[in-house]
């Protein structure tokens, strides 16, 4: 139980916690928003600015499948301030690099930053908040879709401004150095686990296909997501000659009807069988993006937020069905699926810039749909397997 100096510090972590995912947010769509202006002061073609997002959600992958076991054996708030502490130095650093490797280190910094939060923050909020999971989960990652949305208003305000990238890096990072001084300040109790990291469990779910199917559905769909954060502004640009500033604020749409949707979420789900609205939502982003990218000009606009809107439910109807799947080892579970969304969003951030290099941004976004026609094939499979395992493991009637 918490006395009231620590019920002050439980106030200040929790905080702490939401903007800290609020940063990682914004670190995505803020490189995605000013990817156009570091390929001109590198003179980078797309498949060599491929390299930055690749990178980033390379670190944040590796970070979060190793701060999983972490978090279960140190202290919680003080991962959490470190990981603030490294995103606020390596944004604040790429500002100043003005070497393109150097640029790429600090770059993979601010992904390993971002995996340290993400595996920290997660399990601190639910071990305060017992009880609570669901709510408290659902506003956290509500910061991540605030902080993803306010990053192209930003960068994007900034670049047509006369600032900088780097300047406006600069910033970013100051204002993370600032929020991990708050963590660090004492009067916050120590959070530590109360359940053991089960290596074990790990090596079940692996062998396990419809904890595979989970896992590939997840890397596809998320890393889908983050593609459209990393390329969409280069993409509207480039192909639909839209100027940065009506970009980036596309890009913004996008992200505040994938916050609305998200909050749309938890009541829908309540109401529509779990496999029936994630094959829905599939078939509406499929839809949506396929107008995107065939529509000219301005016309494409509605139809980012309605892809947003439809992306918002995929994720955390995913991150659900895992945790009620396999309750008995939740935490490795959603580590695990957390990972698949790191490395989905390098694999498929890297091939947007490759088949865009080669064909075209066109044929670029195109290959998304590909991505989720696979989902669709995908989920298909892990509800068959998953009835099948059912019907085998009932009982059968005794023969006459």
Known sequence: MFNSAAGKGKKRITLGAFLCQGLLGMSRTFLGTALPAIRATFGLNLLQAGTFPALLQLGYSLAVFAGGPLSDRLEKRRMLATGALLIGLSLFLFGFSGWLWASLVCIALVGVAGGVIESSSNPLLIQLFRGRESSVMNIHHFFFAVGSLSGPLIVGAALAGGI?????YRIYGLAALLLSSMLFLPGIP????????????MGTLLRDPAFLTLFAITFLSVGVQNGIAYWLVT????????????????????????????LLTSYLITRVQETVYLLTLFSLVLITLAFII???GFGALPFIGLCGLAQAGVFPTLLG???????????????????GTG????????????VSQLAGLRVGFAFLELAYLLCVVLMIYHIRWLRERTAAASPRPASR
């Open 164 to 168: 900088t990238w780097q300047e406006a």
């Open 190 to 201: 120590p959070i530590r686990s109360d359940r053991p990291f089960d290596r074990r469990g």
């Open 235 to 262: 993409f509207l640009t480039d192909a639909k000659g839209y100027s940065i500033g009506i970009a980036s604020t596309s890009l913004s749409l996008y992200f505040v009807c994938l916050a609305i949707g998200r």
């Open 294 to 296: 065939a529509l000219p």
């Open 321 to 339: 069905r895992a945790g009620r799947l396999y309750s008995t080892t939740p935490g490795t579970a959603l580590g695990l699926i957390a990972t």
């Open 343 to 354: 490395l989905g969003s390098m694999v498929i951030a890297w091939l947007i810039s490759l």
